[in-house]
């Protein structure tokens, strides 16, 4: 199975609300240049997808299936538990005059290495044994999200983003359970 859509899709629920999508709306407005953040947010997704990926890459050839299999499930269910746990505010330095870009990239370059999405690209990627293309359709939903929402501007936070990070947290936390269940064999 082809993993860029999955991951596309997970990547963009998963970044509704999450720390990168909140800072780059902040940096956004700071910098009054959407251009310059979002090519920030691409350059940081597609650096952060590809670390994941070529871990993936690695460990892959070393693990059975099964097992695979039971990683693909514990990064579903760690992403499920992840959009479930309130966060933290955001901050964002005042004091930075590096310009828009590379405060962007620097600030969200940190906020993504290690979140919930670069295991789940992990995850997917040793189980499908893509990373490329796992990592491609990680990089573009997480730039899909955040883009609409720096696009969007102060009228995303309105949405009911709570409640939309508890359902995409049900929804990879049953997914995570139904992929264990399959791994060991038991449905």
Request: charged share 10%.
């Amino acid at each position: 199975m082809d993993p860029l859509l999955p991951m596309l899709l997970a990547a963009l629920l998963l970044a509704l609300g999450d720390r990168p999508l909140r800072v780059s709306t902040l940096l956004a407005e700071r910098h009054q240049g959407h251009g310059a953040i979002l090519a920030a947010v691409l350059v940081a997704a597609l650096a952060n997808s590809a670390i994941a990926a070529a871990g993936a890459a690695l460990i892959a050839p070393m693990l059975h299936p099964r097992a695979a299999a039971l990683l693909l499930a514990l990064a579903l269910l760690a992403a499920g538990a992840a959009a479930l746990f309130p966060r933290r505010p955001v901050d964002v330095p005042d004091d930075w005059r590096l310009g828009g870009f590379l405060t962007s990239l620097i600030i969200l370059f940190n906020r993504m290495l290690g979140d919930a999405t670069g295991f789940l690209v992990f995850g997917i990627a040793v189980w499908a044994g893509q990373p490329v293309m796992t990592a491609i359709g990680a990089a573009i939903g997480t730039t899909g999200a955040i883009a609409a929402a720096v696009l969007v501007g102060a009228d995303f936070q309105r949405l009911p983003l709570t409640l939309i990070r508890r359902l995409v947290a049900a929804l990879f936390l049953l997914l995570g359970i139904w992929a264990a269940l399959t791994a060991l064999a038991v449905i």
